[in-house]
């Protein structure tokens, strides 16, 4: 069993910044993938970015050179760093991680891009 928490979402302003964080925690060694998802309002859930356990990071298009995604100090931790907001950035932000064939959500957090 795998808990994945949040942190971080909010309100910021157009060309903005945040940075989300995810901490995993359970019976657990070590997480290959960590991962977050968003959802905007009337959207399906969609893949923001990746990080394996050596580093190896995917970005969807709509991010690629504004958000950045770091595995943090402490084990099964991840960040995702968010510059330049958009307002089509506004969604609730999922951390997500596979363990044992087993795909597991946190509960989300709010990102809202607004002037």
């Known amino acids: 069993q795998v808990q994945l928490v949040e942190a971080g979402g909010g309100l910021v302003q157009p060309g903005g910044s945040l940075r989300l964080s995810c901490s995993a925690s359970?019976?657990?060694?070590?997480?290959?993938?960590m991962a977050w998802h968003r959802q905007a309002p009337g959207k399906q859930r969609e893949l923001v970015a990746t990080?394996?356990?050596?580093?190896?990071?995917y970005y969807a298009d709509s991010v690629n050179g504004r958000f950045t995604v770091r595995r943090g100090a402490a084990q099964n931790t991840v960040h995702l760093q968010m510059n330049s907001l958009k307002p089509e950035d506004t969604a609730v932000y999922y951390c997500?991680?596979?363990?044992?064939?087993?795909?597991?959500w946190g509960q989300g957090t709010q990102v809202t891009v607004s002037s």
């Open positions: 359970g019976s657990i060694f070590a997480l290959n993938v």
């Open positions: 997500y991680t596979t363990f044992q064939n087993t795909n597991y």
């Open positions: 990080i394996t356990s050596t580093g190896t990071t």
